[in-house]
């Protein structure tokens, strides 16, 4: 390997320790070193696709991503023990099962009707910006499509028939589904003999609070990770992608800044009663990580954090709606994305939707958006069975598939912006977000403990 090699790793190394460096760590509020990381990988990932080789560029994806990915790989090295314990440490603190019917009915309420907005979201501004028109369509290859039947038996899925080897396969929808069972059985338990569940509830307290110890050491790491991560990516594709499906990614752009600002932003100021932009900045650690990861899941320990340290929401309520929304509150990757590929499908192979069609793509929509992975790309497999439903043609995914990783982190963000809504108001319906402690916070001192 040539010298470029050595000088481009001996830069990354350097920007490592910069990152690092006390003055840095202790001057520099926590939110703005992720920011600064993520334009220092960038940058650099930039300079190396436009300077180098194609095989010096892969060596040093392998350390890039040694890093990056090494980092995601500590988050959801939390993923497990995090999820159960945290559902079931929140459904028990509820006093009974009537807090159990209020908290767990407005949160689903909740993630439904923003998946519905965001469909329609996918539908409207796919529409507007005529994506997919006078794409290149000739010369692709079929692929096989799937059928309403994959819907089942995918839903069919979640139910835990095994839930060990549900969390082995890191399966967190049936794990999901499990911990509800189990927190709901004693919450149930607790009201007719509440010391029976005493040695349970200090069980799970005092293992959730090894997590949450676990959890901050980790969060530590974003700005390192996500240095990796952004010259990784931008070393690899640099922005050409943007130059033939630039139009789709600019309506992805619109469609996500229109969630969060309005739909979100709506949310927070008629049913919450705070600023939405201070909602914003202090929402912004768990945004940035979600953009770069590219993973509700693996942002989830540091949205949870976010909930409760940032948002001043009850950890009751916290521990709750992140898991859930990690795997449940899809907007972006399972409502506006298959939507507006669905509108792209159309465009480009000249096809015109009847009204039953849009029906139908909101309809399908909103389950992927209960339904979809929260991993990075996620959201293509309920993509395919969108437009496999709705009769269009699934070889549109390929289509879009070069700009996937630019759309996922907008997506993405945008998902886990949605989580972090849900938990203020359904919080705030409950009267377990601090209203007074979150607007008296000074963002500029404010960090993870530990950080």
């Given at each position: 390997?040539?010298?470029?090699?050595?000088?481009?790793?001996?830069?990354?190394?350097?920007?490592?320790?910069?990152?690092?460096?006390?003055?840095?760590?202790?001057?520099?509020?926590?939110?703005?070193?992720?920011?600064?990381?993520?334009?220092?990988?960038?940058?650099?990932?930039?300079?190396?696709?436009?300077?180098?080789?194609?095989?010096?560029?892969?060596?040093?994806?392998?350390?890039?991503?040694?890093?990056?990915?090494?980092?995601?790989?500590?988050?959801?090295?939390?993923?497990?023990?995090?999820?159960?314990?945290?559902?079931?440490?929140?459904?028990?603190?509820?006093?009974?099962?009537?807090?159990l019917k209020v908290l767990g009915l407005r949160t689903i309420t909740l993630f439904l009707s923003t998946a519905v907005v965001a469909s329609i979201l996918g539908l409207v501004?796919?529409?507007?910006?005529?994506?997919?028109?006078?794409?290149?369509?000739?010369?692709?290859?079929?692929?096989?499509?799937?059928?309403?039947?994959?819907?089942?038996?995918?839903?069919?899925?979640?139910?835990?028939?095994?839930?060990?080897?549900?969390?082995?396969?890191?399966?967190?929808?049936?794990?999901?589904?499990?911990?509800?069972?189990?927190g709901t059985a004693a919450v149930i338990e607790s009201g007719k003999n509440k010391e029976r569940i005493e040695p349970f509830k200090a069980l799970i307290d005092s293992f959730v609070r090894v997590v949450i110890r676990l959890t901050r050491i980790i969060i530590g790491l974003t700005p390192y990770g996500v240095l990796g991560l952004m010259a990784y990516w931008m070393s690899n594709t640099g922005m050409a992608a943007l130059a033939d499906l630039g139009l789709f990614v600019l309506a992805i752009v619109a469609a996500c800044a229109v969630q969060i600002l309005v739909v979100y932003g709506g949310l927070l100021t008629s049913l919450a009663r705070i600023n939405p932009f201070r909602f914003y900045r202090a929402a912004s650690p768990a945004m940035l990580l979600?953009?770069?990861?590219?993973?509700?899941?693996?942002?989830?320990?540091?949205?949870?954090?976010?909930?409760?340290?940032?948002?001043?929401?009850?950890?009751r309520v916290a521990n709750f709606v992140g898991p859930i929304g990690a795997v449940m509150n899809m907007d972006a990757c399972g409502g506006i994305f298959p939507a507006m590929v669905a509108v792209f499908a159309a465009n480009a192979f000249g096809i015109v939707l009847e009204p039953f069609q849009y029906l139908l793509i909101v309809i399908v929509s909103v389950l992927a958006s209960i339904g979809s992975a929260a991993v990075p790309m996620g959201a293509t497999a309920f993509t395919i069975i969108t437009l496999s439903t709705v009769g269009l043609p699934v070889e549109a995914v390929g289509l879009v598939a070069g700009v996937d990783f630019l759309v996922d982190m907008f997506r993405t963000s945008t998902n886990v912006t949605g989580d972090l809504t849900a938990s203020v108001i359904v919080g705030n319906s409950l009267g377990e977000f601090d209203r007074e402690a979150f607007n008296s916070q000074d963002f500029s001192e404010l960090a993870p403990e530990g950080v």
């Open positions: 390997m040539g010298a470029s090699f050595f000088i481009w790793l001996a830069v990354f190394l350097l920007l490592l320790v910069i990152l690092a460096l006390p003055k840095f760590r202790a001057g520099v509020p926590f939110s703005l070193r992720v920011f600064i990381a993520m334009l220092l990988g960038g940058g650099t990932g930039l300079a190396i696709y436009a300077t180098q080789s194609p095989e010096v560029s892969a060596e040093l994806r392998r350390w890039f991503s040694l890093v990056g990915y090494g980092y995601v790989d500590l988050l959801r090295m939390l993923i497990i023990p995090l999820v159960p314990t945290s559902i079931i440490a929140g459904l028990l603190k509820l006093e009974n099962t009537r807090e501004i796919g529409s507007l910006f005529k994506v997919g028109a006078g794409v290149a369509t000739a010369g692709l290859a079929a692929r096989e499509s799937q059928q309403i039947t994959d819907v089942i038996a995918r839903f069919r899925d979640f139910i835990p028939s095994n839930p060990v080897a549900a969390a082995a396969e890191t399966k967190i929808i049936p794990l999901v589904v499990f911990s509800l069972f189990i979600a953009f770069t990861s590219r993973s509700s899941l693996g942002t989830l320990t540091l949205t949870i954090d976010t909930m409760k340290n940032r948002l001043k929401v009850n950890s």
